[in-house]
């Protein structure tokens, strides 16, 4: 089931940094990326996290746009992960998969359930502008295209 053109399903996890994050709290600012991952395990994930960490803080302070990247481990384990790969953002910590589930999807893999990897822009409304579910683990949307779409008025800029 495709989310595009519907409304975004409301989430709070806990981040990285201490707190808990709840998306509709992040809309009332501006648009929101959800970058669902696989596993802190995943270096896929890793690398397209990395990017979503160089585009952040622009995107942040010229466009008010959160990313709110979604690993389905626990808390420790995805910490480790922003730690180990020198990430610029916090990441949301799924580690039971229930918000994945929400949005691209689970399955059951050997590091137990596993996000299906996804990318939604949420407009402020709530509303899904933006939808890519990989196909394989190395089918990924950037940060960068993702900067360029919501500069180009939530239309593909290419």
Not at 19 to 35: F, N, Q, R
Request: a negative charge; proline letters at 4%.
């Amino acid at each position: 089931m495709s989310l595009e053109g519907e409304n975004a399903p409301d989430f709070t996890l806990e981040s990285t940094a201490g707190d808990t994050v709840t998306l509709s709290e992040t809309l009332e600012d501006g648009p929101t990326v959800v970058v669902v991952n696989r596993g802190h395990w995943c270096s896929f994930c890793a690398e397209q996290l990395g990017t979503f960490s160089e585009v952040a803080y622009d995107l942040w302070f010229n466009d008010s746009v959160d990313i709110l990247p979604v690993v389905t481990s626990p808390l420790g384990k995805v910490t480790e992960m922003r730690d180990r790969y020198d990430l610029g953002i916090q990441l949301l910590a799924d580690p039971d998969g229930e918000v994945a589930d929400r949005y691209s999807g689970t399955e059951e893999t050997s590091h137990g359930v596993t996000g299906i990897s996804g990318v939604y822009v949420i407009d402020p409304e709530g509303r899904v502008r933006y939808e890519q579910i990989a196909d394989d683990v190395t089918d990924r949307t950037y940060g960068n295209w993702v900067r360029y779409f919501v500069r180009n008025d939530f239309q593909d800029p290419f």
